[in-house]
């Protein structure tokens, strides 16, 4: 059994240490694995919400967003994805829903790497001259960008990451149950 797995038993430990109802618990459970089933539209959640707050700043636009979706099952194209984009509106990525969870990533990275380009070098190349638009040839650059995209959260995961985990599931429950009673 997986440390962390959610079980019956440890639904029971959480409703108990709690004081909350076990249908409560379970039913808190049920909605949060549907919500969380969405995981892997998000990859690199991170990055895109500091790029989507950055490029709201920039161009007035509170509303602005990036958004990634699976394209239908059926598709031929695999494992490449493809962007939408409609400037200062919002920025669509799309990938196949079979395509590998490493691959996934490199994906959305490399797409993003598009936006970034068009978006955010342009201001820094040269104020309020656009260098670069979404006809512009952004190879290998939006690949650039995804190296390091990637390499970030690599490092995260692998070095920073391990700090923030707990050791014990124990452990969560009792981080948060002293930050109900503090």
Same mark, same amino acid.
């Given at each position: 059994?997986?440390?962390?797995?959610?079980?019956?038993?440890?639904?029971?430990? #959480?409703? +108990? %240490?709690?004081?909350v109802? #076990?249908?409560?618990?379970?039913?808190?459970?049920?909605?949060?694995?549907?919500?969380?089933?969405g995981?892997?539209?998000?990859?690199?959640?991170? $990055?895109? %919400?500091?790029?989507?707050?950055? $490029?709201?700043?920039?161009?007035?636009?509170?509303?602005?967003?990036?958004? &990634?979706?699976?394209?239908?099952?059926?598709?031929?194209? @695999?494992?490449?994805?493809?962007a +939408?984009?409609?400037?200062? +509106?919002? !920025?669509?990525?799309?990938?196949?829903?079979?395509?590998?969870?490493? +691959?996934? %990533?490199?994906?959305?990275?490399?797409?993003?790497?598009? @936006?970034?380009? #068009?978006?955010? #070098?342009?201001?820094?190349?040269?104020?309020?001259?656009?260098?670069?638009? &979404?006809n512009?040839?952004?190879?290998? @650059?939006?690949? $650039?960008?995804?190296? !390091?995209? $990637?390499?970030?959260?690599?490092? !995260?995961? %692998?070095?920073?990451? =391990?700090?923030?985990n707990?050791?014990?599931?124990?452990?969560?429950?009792?981080?948060?149950f002293?930050?109900?009673? =503090?």
């Amino acid at each position: 059994m997986a440390e962390f797995e959610i079980t019956e038993e440890k639904l029971k430990t #959480i409703s +108990q %240490r709690f004081d909350v109802n #076990i249908e409560t618990v379970k039913m808190v459970y049920n909605v949060f694995t549907k919500v969380i089933s969405g995981v892997k539209n998000q990859y690199l959640a991170h $990055i895109i %919400r500091c790029m989507e707050y950055y $490029i709201r700043n920039q161009t007035n636009n509170p509303f602005f967003q990036i958004n &990634s979706f699976p394209l239908g099952a059926d598709s031929p194209v @695999l494992n490449v994805g493809c962007a +939408q984009y409609f400037p200062k +509106q919002y !920025f669509t990525i799309f990938f196949h829903p079979r395509m590998d969870e490493k +691959q996934l %990533r490199v994906c959305l990275a490399h797409e993003l790497g598009h @936006l970034f380009l #068009i978006e955010m #070098i342009n201001e820094k190349l040269n104020e309020g001259e656009t260098l670069l638009d &979404s006809n512009t040839l952004t190879e290998p @650059l939006s690949s $650039i960008f995804g190296i !390091f995209t $990637i390499l970030d959260k690599n490092d !995260f995961y %692998r070095d920073h990451g =391990r700090k923030l985990n707990h050791n014990a599931w124990e452990d969560v429950i009792e981080d948060f149950f002293f930050l109900q009673n =503090r």
